[in-house]
């Protein structure tokens, strides 16, 4: 069992930038695909930025050139940096661990852009 603790949603401003978080208990974030999705209420969710255990990254289109994924061996964490936000990047992110059959996410966290 893996479990991920997301942080650094919160509220900001058109233009603006956050820095979320996920720390993985139970799993190393080296060997998983790694991912943050986001969801809003009535759609489903949706891929916005990943990494694999060879570093290969992936955006959604909606995202790419504004957000970039990483990680941290030594934190054994994940981060998403978004830059020049949007009102439609309003939703809640989780983020996602994908190791051979086995697949979690954690809880979420709230971004809200306001316009």
């Known amino acids: 069992q893996v479990r991920l603790v997301e942080s650094g949603g919160g509220l900001v401003q058109t233009g603006g930038s956050l820095r979320l978080s996920c720390a993985a208990v139970?799993?190393?974030?080296?060997?998983?695909?790694m991912g943050w999705y986001r969801q809003v209420p009535g759609k489903q969710r949706d891929l916005v930025a990943q990494i694999t255990r060879d570093s290969e990254t992936n955006y959604g289109d909606s995202v790419k050139g504004r957000f970039t994924i990483s990680r941290d061996k030594a934190e054994n964490e994940v981060y998403l940096q978004m830059n020049s936000l949007k009102p439609e990047d309003t939703a809640v992110y989780y983020c996602?661990?994908?190791?051979?059959?086995?697949?979690?996410w954690g809880q979420g966290t709230q971004v809200t852009v306001s316009s």
């Open positions: 996602n661990y994908v190791f051979d059959q086995y697949n979690f």
């Open positions: 139970g799993g190393a974030v080296t060997v998983a695909t």
